[in-house]
């Protein structure tokens, strides 16, 4: 087995994931093209990671800074001082030096490097001698480490310290983090197992799971696989490890906030798990590590696990927009079908796990159905987390606004009634924002991956990429104007030519596309294999692929289960969900009706939210005329005609404040033309 | 002035009302038929009445008894001891003697005198030498009296206090708990007021005002009403009294909970308000004594407050139910038109100080509006808050329910997601059950008022009462089937004919009707004065008036504004607020959509519900057939006919739990025809 401790630089590093690529080739699934091997340099997609690099990933530093989150590594805290150095701080710092990495590679910057050496020399001086390395517990409470694994996000931020770890060495090839995880992880893994004087536990908070295998992945040691397979199979059995470790702590286990382990993916083994439930962030953190566990054991089994959890989430769980996790109550599922706009929660780390999922799902099998999902969340829910300047989070994602609504439904008694809902500069709990700049940063590995004869490109997205394809290097270059055109070229450069197959996602919003190679069309010469448009050529070099998917704005509808959307239309381009907002309409937003059958058109507008395509049509605007001071009648509102604008969902909330609606209630007498004669 | 002290028997009681009845006529208003002169004795509401009486008094009593409330006035509460007594279990009792001596008007009742006698004797027993009476106060926070007007219910329990003894001793005659009470009074009259060493404050929760009043009216003891006065102007006056007493208490005042003292009406003085705010319960009761006053002081800026108040409320905030208040976070009004259903508040305690209120409006004018009201809260959202059996209680009334959904919305994190929102035995916070109790028990006193030569029937309601019309003692007689058909027949009974205006309310809901006198329609012989049929005739006795009231079934839309009901419509016949439950429909409820104009026909069905007129008719289902696995579609969903069974809202939940809607999609093409063309 390769010795991932010879590694000490950017080309052993690089090696590092030239070794996984073998592996997942040996096991016939797909690798990603790395961050640093595919760069975004135009279009949609270019603007807005230069801004989270020049934006975003500052004002995080100093807001972890401001709010004593790095200086806490420094271990100082007394007693009685504030702020206390929280449990879940150091996940915080983790991800913006996950996010900082990241940049590092697409755009080179001395000072970020030597800011990230000064903060990892402190996090490395915050480690105890025997590796544990948590600012909480080692200052705040050194008496109460491992005491409660349900509540207290230790193992959640080891995970994600060690993400940050793996980042930064793969972007820098140091291993200054590194060496300090490993030792943590050493650690962790001597404390927890099944040996008679090891914790027979595991995080309430699943992160460690999917860290755990990506540091195997870098450094070769099969002992942090082993860990991570342990904290997985161990979950959920009974007894239960965290009524055992309440009980230790001197509390009933009934005590337990959220009532069942199901809120924490607890209650049961993963295997036996058949419906998402609980925690939405915790849920997708444990389903990709289940799934990176089976890409890495062949084990079928948790796969299949994973396709039924995916298809529950898919069919009765997921906002349009998606968004998981429709209640504040518990940050994350509720019933099927149940899913309110105002209240809706959608917390961004909610997608973006969605995301992580579904890419690593993506690896194991090449169904358009996973890259679907991502490219849902990414263009709709995530994007919307975040203003068009960067520098304000959403924590909740809901699809329509009204004056005094929120979706932290249970968080205040003191909403205001006549304010609307507005991103943030930060949080008290600020797992967000960084959350976005880590996967914004490293947005390049979303887009291609490889096996072993075949590159699939999942996301139409302008850069260039290289890979080594069937022992050959390759780049590709795609341009395109995506999602606001349906219109992608991709080039094809290389030494010699290539057999491969080439996969290009035909979006599941798309019925009709074109694929042109070398000015030629050719849709009859390609297969679709799980939604990708396949074709196997000897590719040579300069080849051009265009491939036109046609991009027509689309009205949606929602299970007749759904009752917050009976008789209500969402409309949909490409894969931008729109919504009405207040700013661009004359009339208030709650009145706006949309007509079956009329003709919406979309344009793109150059100066309106830094470029985007506006759909308009006609509409109407219900009257209230005659209703002054009365709130019942036995007459129905009328209307009035009204010409509409509705805009990206993402966009939304970056101007006035004022009302929103994903989801327009829809008239037209064809509802009745359906009907079915009996 | 007549003295209220010689007052000792129920003659004395009764010519106590009599009393006020002059004062009333000298000012031109109207006064009610006391509790004790109108006899309920069939159709609708007697055997209401009468379960209220044999079973929810008594098990109202049993959950004070077992709770701790009654012993709590034993007063031996010791450090450590559970339950401890809670600042506002005085007033559950004050609310149940108050039920229980209504009723023993109606029904003589030997064991439950006694019971009460002893209840009392152990209330008088925990009497300071002051004069003080407050169980938690007294035994659990002696230190701690008057330091916390803002949030301990101190006069308000005092309020709920007065008011059972001057119900005790209006249906007794018994001075017992009045004397008590006038001592309580006369105590905090020398505690609060413009005096230096008075306390210039006033009750967080609103009752005392009202009770004072009440007090007034049946000692004559005018300091009662100037304390009333006292607390009703000082309220919301600058510098804040809740200010000064958080600074005392060494508390920033800005820590208030409910962040403005709009959320107790006590953000600017009583005749500024020009909008309902804050928490419903507390602001009908400060309404409500507002009108009193206004009536006691002729002072017409009270009433004209009240009505700008009322405006406002029945414009923007009444649910159609009956139910006030939107949301569980402030217990009360949020935003114009933010009518939400399945979390709608709607609080029985606020539905029954609406009637409160409304009540008194009548009084002040007799106008249709205000009865209007009161029928609509009192056959739908408060009589939806107990159990057909009598033993189960809804706190709050919302107008639709699914699995999962709750309108305590921010109680817990542990609603089951798979159960439906259900009545409870009992509650904590225990104000609603008692509430409800008081207004059954009482309910003769709400079918009629009388003037000097006038005699108004409010309600149709089947009894007889007794009155002194015009210096001649008269009785009437209903009889009804009302609210099930629209037929009323009223006999008048008196030695001698007699000169006055007999005014029947017409319904707002009512477009047709008829009135007959002595076999001969008579509608052209009256004119409708504020929606009240005026007929001045010399009466005579035997005379029989039959009142027709068309009640066919309505279909009834909201205001454009409120959002939730966009595109629904709700049925209605007569007072009669109907909903769709899931017992008595085949397919889920969610999924039922109405049709514009098809028929929709009503039944009596007498096996049902203890009997109640059903609704019918061709409905529409949406179909799931061809969306398994689909959430989101270009098509929209296809529909069955289906035909659909609607009950009376208020007895919903009595059944095997399910879904409830009362608001119901409607489709058809007939919205759009009523586009105005351009």
């Given at each position: 087995m390769w010795n991932g401790s010879v590694l000490n630089n950017q080309e052993n590093a690089t090696s590092a994931i030239e070794y996984w690529r073998k592996i997942m080739s040996d096991k016939k699934s797909f690798i990603p093209i790395s961050f640093n091997k595919s760069e975004i340099d135009g279009g949609f997609w270019a603007s807005r990671i230069e801004i989270n690099r020049s934006v975003t990933i500052p004002i995080e530093f100093k807001q972890c800074k401001d709010t004593g989150r790095i200086d806490a590594f420094k271990l100082d805290w007394k007693l009685g001082h504030e702020p206390v150095p929280h449990i879940f701080w150091d996940s915080d710092v983790a991800k913006w030096i996950e996010a900082a990495s990241y940049s590092l590679v697409t755009h080179p910057d001395p000072d970020l490097d030597s800011l990230l050496d000064e903060v990892i020399a402190l996090i490395s001086s915050a480690q105890q001698p025997d590796g544990y390395l948590n600012t909480h517990f080692s200052s705040v409470e050194p008496d109460k480490r491992w005491t409660n694994l349900r509540d207290c996000h230790e193992l959640y931020c080891a995970g994600h310290m060690i993400e940050a770890a793996v980042a930064h060495f793969q972007a820098t090839g140091k291993r200054s983090l590194l060496d300090v995880l490993c030792r943590y992880a050493d650690y962790i893994n001597e404390v927890f197992g099944i040996g008679e004087n090891q914790i027979h536990g595991y995080c309430g908070h699943e992160e460690i799971e999917l860290a755990l295998i990506k540091l195997y992945r870098v450094t070769g040691k099969r002992e942090y696989l082993e860990l991570s397979i342990y904290f997985i199979e161990e979950?959920?059995?009974?007894?239960?490890y965290f009524d055992i470790e309440a009980v230790n702590r001197g509390e009933l286990p009934s005590t337990h906030q959220h009532g069942s382990y199901s809120y924490m993916q607890a209650d049961k083994p993963v295997r036996t798990l058949d419906s998402v439930e609980g925690h939405s962030v915790r849920a997708m953190y444990l389903y990709s590590a289940m799934v990176d566990l089976s890409i890495e054991l062949s084990d079928e089994s948790l796969f299949v696990t994973c396709e039924r959890l995916w298809n529950h989430l898919h069919s009765k769980h997921l906002y349009i927009t998606g968004g998981i996790g429709s209640s504040a109550k518990n940050e994350g599922f509720t019933n099927d079908y149940n899913l309110p706009n105002e209240t809706a929660y959608c917390e961004t780390c909610a997608s973006i796990g969605l995301v992580y999922w579904n890419h690593r799902m993506l690896q194991k099998r090449c169904d358009c159905r996973y890259s679907d999902v991502i490219e849902r969340a990414l263009y709709n829910n995530i994007l919307s987390s975040i203003s068009l300047n960067g520098d304000r989070f959403f924590y909740a994602n809901p699809l329509s606004a009204f004056a005094g609504t929120d979706p932290y439904d249970c968080d205040s008694h003191k909403i205001n009634p006549s304010a609307f809902y507005q991103r943030k500069e930060w949080f008290g709990c600020a797992c967000c924002p960084p959350n976005l700049a880590r996967l914004l940063a490293s947005l390049g590995e979303y887009i291609y991956s490889e096996s072993d004869d075949a590159l699939a490109v999942h996301l139409y997205v302008q850069g260039e990429a290289k890979m080594h394809i069937n022992g050959t290097d390759m780049a590709i270059t795609q341009q395109t104007q995506y999602p606001w055109d349906g219109v992608i070229l991709l080039k094809l450069a290389m030494e010699q030519s290539i057999d491969f197959t080439l996969r290009l996602r035909i979006p599941s919003w798309c019925t009709k596309y074109k694929v042109i190679i070398n000015g030629k069309e050719c849709n009859s010469q390609g297969t679709v294999e799980f939604g990708y448009f396949s074709i196997r050529s000897n590719w040579k070099p300069g080849d051009e692929i265009s491939l036109n998917l046609d991009m027509p704005v689309m009205r949606v509808y929602s299970h007749p289960d759904v009752r917050e959307n009976i008789g209500c239309v969402a409309l949909q381009r490409g894969p931008i969900v729109y919504c009405i907002e207040q700013?661009?309409?004359?009339?208030?937003?709650?009145r706006i009706v949309l007509q079956k059958n009329t003709e919406i058109i979309s344009e793109f507008n150059h100066d309106l939210l830094n470029g985007v395509v506006t759909l308009h049509g006609n509409a109407l605007s219900a009257q209230?005329?005659?209703?002054?001071?009365?709130?019942?009648?036995n007459e129905q509102p009328v209307y009035d005609h009204y010409n509409f604008t509705a805009i990206p969902y993402y966009a939304w909330a970056n101007r006035k404040p004022g009302e929103m609606k994903v989801w327009i209630p829809e008239l037209g007498e064809q509802v009745l033309d359906s009907l079915k004669s009996d």
């Open positions: 979950r959920g059995k009974k007894p239960y700013a661009d309409n004359s009339v208030p937003v709650r209230v005329n005659g209703w002054e001071g009365i709130l019942y009648s």
